[in-house]
């Protein structure tokens, strides 16, 4: 039987190979040719005409591998329609067989990337030089789930070298993608660190010299002398200045978590008691909407602590009249989830995805480091959670996520 099977393949591989040879001797070298050869696997054009043909003996083994590759493998015809739709398809992107067989590829495909010409530009590529390899994009799956993929697909022909559609292979690399750019995010946010950590401790030193002779020459001058509201304006923005650098500081420094059980309800409240006098004073109501008998929970008491108070803070300022801040816990999926919500003026669309990076700030210049909230997604991250903000014109909420650790 292998020595069939290792015949057959032979027999397929020079078809082929002839095939291409006539038809894209011109535009592709020798090693081009060949590398595309290889890379098919040749079983995957004869598979796909014994399927349809309804062969079988040693001709099953390779169908079966086909069927159950782990990686999506898609058959379309010269129309574009699914004819070959494997169990790695159905798992990565959650259609049967039967509900996509003799539909458009284009149904994999995201509205915006369909909108762009996508579904055009890669049959164009595909007839003009017969081949895609590693082709990375987006693709849609049964849920509305976007994965990122990496695509090669290859035209295949009948024994008359006449073009009857071609395969594609898909893999799921959204994984990988995305630990690669948490990677980057380290490696940058490092750089960020020493490069702002230096300026910083150059700053402080004549910094404080200033503050410091400000302050003192402030001792023996009354409200109405001369100089006096020159000397406090020195005064105010050197501590303005110094509260910048901490912030920069403690975003730029590494740190080892200290975790603690902590009962989370209470904790938020304290925190919500510490900036009474911010809220009073503009009139803002503050509600606390707890689910009670909620598990402790290890976190670090002082980083998180400076997470919640940043974002509390955060919500005040973005109230201009009479308004709300709400503070709200949950337990879902075993996880402990907190909202953050407040009536201010709310976040631009076009800031969302922005909002979490370094040094992006929405307050105006001299109002902020811009980073508040890239240290409150850090602190979350190393706890092993997620924190996402959810926006429109005059509502904004900042959801954390949180695993509970035993």
Not at 209 to 223: F, Q, V
């Amino acid at each position: 039987m292998e020595h069939r099977v290792t015949s057959e393949y032979d027999k397929q591989k020079e078809i082929l190979s002839g095939m291409y040879r006539k038809r894209f001797g011109d535009k592709l070298s020798e090693s081009d040719i060949e590398y595309i050869i290889e890379s098919m696997g040749m079983c995957l054009s004869e598979m796909i005409k014994l399927m349809r043909e309804g062969k079988s003996a040693h001709e099953k083994f390779f169908s079966d591998i086909i069927l159950n590759s782990v990686d999506a493998i898609l058959g379309f015809n010269d129309k574009s329609e699914i004819f070959l739709w494997n169990k790695g398809a159905e798992r990565m992107f959650g259609w049967t067989k039967e509900e996509v067989i003799g539909k458009d590829f284009a149904l994999l495909i995201p509205p915006e990337l369909l909108a762009k010409g996508e579904k055009e530009k890669m049959l164009d590529q595909i007839h003009e030089q017969g081949f895609i390899v590693n082709y990375e994009t987006d693709r849609l799956t049964k849920t509305g789930e976007i994965k990122h993929v990496s695509i090669s697909r290859y035209v295949i022909f009948d024994e008359k070298s006449e073009l009857i559609g071609n395969v594609g292979i898909v893999r799921d690399i959204t994984h990988e993608r995305k630990l690669e750019k948490e990677l980057r995010e380290r490696e940058n946010l490092a750089l960020i660190g020493e490069v702002v950590s230096s300026i910083a401790h150059n700053l402080s030193n004549p910094l404080n010299i200033i503050s410091g002779n400000a302050d003192y020459l402030l001792i023996d001058k009354k409200k109405e002398d001369e100089g006096f509201e020159e000397l406090k304006v020195i005064v105010d923005e050197a501590t303005r200045i110094t509260k910048s650098i901490r912030q920069i500081l403690n975003f730029a420094r590494p740190f080892t978590l200290m975790r603690e059980k902590v009962d989370i309800n209470q904790f938020l409240n304290d925190i919500t008691d510490n900036v009474k006098y911010l809220y009073t004073a503009k009139k803002i109501q503050v509600k606390k909407n707890f689910t009670k008998d909620i598990p402790d929970i290890k976190i670090d008491k002082e980083l998180f602590h400076d997470v919640v108070l940043n974002l509390v803070s955060n919500s005040i300022q973005a109230i201009t009249k009479e308004g709300f801040v709400e503070l709200k816990t949950q337990v879902k999926n075993n996880k402990l989830i907190i909202y953050i919500t407040d009536n201010g003026t709310g976040i631009p669309e076009a800031d969302i995805e922005k909002i979490f990076k370094p040094f992006f700030s929405t307050k105006g210049y001299g109002k902020g480091t811009g980073l508040g909230l890239s240290f409150a997604e850090r602190v979350i991250k190393e706890h092993g959670g997620q924190i996402e903000v959810k926006s429109s014109m005059g509502l904004t909420t900042f959801i954390i996520s949180l695993p509970f650790l035993i």
